[in-house]
C-alpha cells in the first residue's frame, strides 16, 4: 500500500503543471495536439503493467527523483515551463522504479516516454535539433509513440532488458551534452538595445509596413511593427515586436522560418562587441537566401537567445524581440556587413542601468 500512495503522490508535480499544459494546448498552434499524448499514456500504462510485480525498493531511483522534484517544483523561478513538465514525469517515473525495482520500472519506461511527448514546445525541439519543418515533427513524434506501444510489445513478448547503469549513462551524456550547447546562449546577458525606428537612420532611408492579418493574429496580444529600408540597391527588413504576455505568440525565428518551409542553413551565435550578440540565421527558400539577426531585450538587458528570453520572461513586464534581415546575393560577409552598419545607425532609449 506505501507503494502505491508513494506512486500516487508523484503524481502532484505534474498537476501543478496542469494550468500551463492547458494554455499551452490551447493558445499554441505547435503545441495543440499533444493532450493526445496524455490519453495515448493511460492504455500503454495499463498494458504495460498488466501481468507485472513490483519488487523490493531500489533506491539508486533517488539519482533521478531528488533532482527531478527539485526542477519541476522551481519552475517559477527557473522559468522554464518545457524542463518543469518533463522532469514532472521524470519524478512518476523515479518513484516508480524507486517503489517497484529497476525491472517493474523499466516494463513501464515506454509508457513514460509517450507522456513526455505531451510536453509543450517539444515539437520546436525535435524541428529544431532535426531541421525540419513542424508538422514532420509531428509525425516523428507519433511515430515515436507507435514503437513506444511496440515496445511494450516486444518487453512482453521477448523480455527485453535495458541496464539502469546503461540507462543512467546514457542520460548522463545526454544531459551534459544539452547543457554545454546551449550553456553559453542560455546565461548570455548584453547590454539592453532598443532602437528606434525613424524614416531615415544613417544612410537607410526607410517607411512603415502594414502587417498583415496573418502576423496581427499571430501577435494578437504583442505590438508588432514592420518596417523596409533601402541604401543603394540593398534592402533590410525589420520586424519589431514588443511582447505581451501570452508567451505562445514569441517563437524562434529559426522555427517560423522552418514551418514557412524555408530551410535554415545555419544559425549561430554572432557578436557585435563583447556585451551584445544576436543570433545569426542563414536561411534560403527557392533562389532567395537570406541572413537574419535576430534578439531580445528588455530595459536592463539583451539576449540573443531565445531559450535566454524565456529563462527571463516575467507576464507584466517590457520585452522586445527584434528581427532585421537582408538578401545574400554575393557573399555573406558583404550582407553581414550590411546589418551591421545598419544596426549602428540606430538610435536607441537610453536606459539607465
Known amino acids: 500500500m506505501l507503494k502505491k500512495i508513494l506512486i500516487f503522490l508523484s503524481v502532484f508535480p505534474l498537476l501543478f503543471h496542469a494550468p500551463y499544459l492547458y494554455s499551452a494546448w490551447r493558445g499554441s498552434r505547435l503545441d495543440q495536439w499533444d493532450w493526445i499524448y496524455y490519453i495515448l499514456a493511460i492504455p500503454a500504462l495499463f498494458f504495460a503493467a498488466r501481468s507485472e510485480r513490483m519488487e523490493k525498493y531500489d533506491y539508486t531511483a533517488l539519482l533521478l527523483i531528488v533532482p527531478s522534484f527539485f526542477i519541476t517544483m522551481l519552475t517559477p523561478w527557473h522559468h522554464i515551463n518545457f524542463l518543469g513538465v518533463?522532469?514532472?514525469v521524470g519524478l512518476?517515473?523515479?518513484?516508480i522504479w524507486l517503489a517497484g525495482s529497476w525491472k517493474f520500472a523499466y516494463r513501464l519506461m515506454p509508457a513514460m516516454v509517450i507522456l513526455v511527448l505531451g510536453t509543450p514546445s517539444s515539437s520546436y525541439q525535435i524541428s529544431l535539433l532535426l531541421m525540419c519543418p513542424v508538422w514532420m515533427a509531428w509525425m516523428i513524434k507519433f511515430l515515436i509513440a507507435v514503437l513506444c506501444f511496440l515496445w511494450i510489445l516486444c518487453n512482453k513478448r521477448y523480455q527485453w532488458?535495458?541496464?539502469?547503469?546503461?540507462?543512467?549513462?546514457?542520460?548522463?551524456?545526454l544531459v551534459t551534452s544539452l547543457l554545454l550547447l546551449h550553456m553559453k546562449e542560455l546565461y548570455f546577458e548584453g547590454k539592453s538595445f532598443i532602437p528606434v525606428f525613424t524614416n531615415r537612420t544613417g544612410e537607410f532611408?526607410?517607411?512603415?509596413?502594414?502587417p498583415d492579418g496573418n502576423t496581427r493574429r499571430f501577435f494578437a496580444t504583442s505590438t508588432v511593427r514592420q518596417y523596409r529600408y533601402t541604401r543603394n540597391n540593398t534592402d533590410v527588413s525589420v520586424?519589431?515586436?514588443q511582447c505581451g504576455d501570452n508567451i505562445h505568440e514569441i517563437h524562434p525565428a529559426s522555427?517560423?522560418?522552418?514551418t514557412s518551409m524555408w530551410t535554415v542553413d545555419s544559425e549561430t551565435l554572432h557578436y557585435l562587441q563583447n556585451n551584445f550578440a544576436v543570433t545569426e540565421i542563414d536561411a534560403r527558400k527557392g533562389s532567395t537566401r537570406l541572413l537574419i539577426?535576430?534578439?531580445?531585450?528588455?530595459?536592463?538587458?539583451?539576449?540573443?537567445s531565445f531559450l535566454g528570453f524565456r529563462r527571463h520572461f516575467k507576464a507584466g513586464r517590457r520585452y522586445f524581440t527584434y528581427q532585421i534581415s537582408t538578401e545574400i546575393r554575393t557573399d555573406i560577409e558583404k550582407s553581414r556587413s550590411v546589418l551591421m552598419d545598419f544596426v549602428k545607425s540606430l538610435k536607441h532609449e537610453e536606459v539607465q542601468q
Open 293 to 304: 539577426w535576430v534578439w531580445f531585450s528588455d530595459d536592463a538587458f539583451s539576449t540573443p
Open 239 to 241: 520586424l519589431a515586436v
Open 161 to 173: 532488458h535495458l541496464t539502469k547503469q546503461t540507462l543512467l549513462f546514457c542520460g548522463a551524456c
Open 92 to 95: 512518476i517515473f523515479g518513484m
Open 255 to 258: 522555427h517560423c522560418l522552418r
Open 86 to 88: 518533463a522532469f514532472a
Open 205 to 210: 532611408f526607410g517607411r512603415s509596413i502594414m
